[in-house]
T-cell receptor, first 117, second 115 residues
Framework: DTAVSQTPKYLVTQMGNDKSIKCEQNLGHDTMYWYKQDSKKFLKIMFSYNNKELIINETVPNRFSPKSPDKAHLNLHINSLELGDSAVYFCASSKRGAPGTEGNTIYFGEGSWLTVV | AQSVSQHNHHVILSEAASLELGCNYSYGGTVNLFWYVQYPGQHLQLLLK??????LVKGIKGFEAEFIKSKFSFNLRKPSVQWSDTAEYFC?????????????FGTGTRLQVTL
């Protein structure tokens, strides 16, 4: 069973379209994340949710909107896609633990390869 | 601000060679340290992690890393690499007093193992 699963794995779309990437985790974790990996493989956090509440929102265009219907799901909706949005988007999750414990380990999904043409 | 540096961007080794990938972090307090691996076309997988205790940490697939506090380093090692170790390797750090949300990644090291 996949612990953190994302769909779709590959997505090719035209500029200006709106698209969503779905993420689900079956680890019972309280915290979920979206990371973006650019063409140079640099990984940067975009959002973090804890029990459906937004706790981190890095400098991301407001065309990106995360939605968490429950603590096992964190979807990413992107409006008006631009060429620069082409990247791999990783969903991830972690327990809500005390610092220095298992709660500080993040587990990643398989990634969603988004190409905007 | 916290930062993680990986100075080797691309490493090419022959099979059976020994591996050491450098990782240095910059942070004023104590940190948790991680190495993740990303095989071609796949997601990130946790190789090993250090929270406290023995500074020599053993992970999966024969990898190990050593935390040297005085050097702010957490280098990854493997005595004998295999072709299947070809991948991108990421070092990451989070403040001990913080949450996983503040996990900062290095820019990655691409390891290419030749036959």
């Amino acid at each position: 069973d996949t612990a953190v699963s994302q769909t779709p794995k590959y997505l090719v779309t035209q500029m200006g379209n709106d698209k969503s990437i779905k993420c689900e985790q079956n680890l019972g974790h309280d915290t979920m994340y979206w990371y973006k990996q650019d063409s140079k493989k640099f990984l940067k956090i975009m959002f973090s949710y804890n029990n459906k509440e937004l706790i981190i929102n890095e400098t991301v265009p407001n065309r990106f909107s995360p939605k968490s219907p429950d603590k096992a799901h964190l979807n990413l909706h992107i409006n008006s896609l631009e060429l620069g949005d082409s990247a791999v988007y990783f969903c991830a999750s972690s327990k809500r633990g005390a610092p220095g414990t298992e709660g500080n380990t993040i587990y990643f999904g398989e990634g969603s390869w988004l190409t905007v043409v | 601000a916290q930062s993680v540096s990986q100075h080797n961007h691309h490493v090419i080794l022959s099979e059976a060679a020994s591996l050491e990938l450098g990782c240095n972090y910059s942070y004023g307090g104590t940190v948790n340290l991680f190495w993740y691996v990303q095989y071609p076309g796949q997601h990130l997988q946790l190789l090993l992690k250090y929270f406290s205790g023995d500074p020599l940490v053993k992970g999966i697939k024969g990898f190990e890393a050593e935390f040297i506090k005085s050097k702010f380093s957490f280098n990854l090692r493997k005595p004998s690499v295999q072709w299947s170790d070809t991948a991108e390797y990421f070092c990451a750090a989070s403040p001990r007093a913080g949450t996983a949300s503040k996990l900062t990644f290095g820019t990655g090291t691409r390891l290419q193992v030749t036959l």
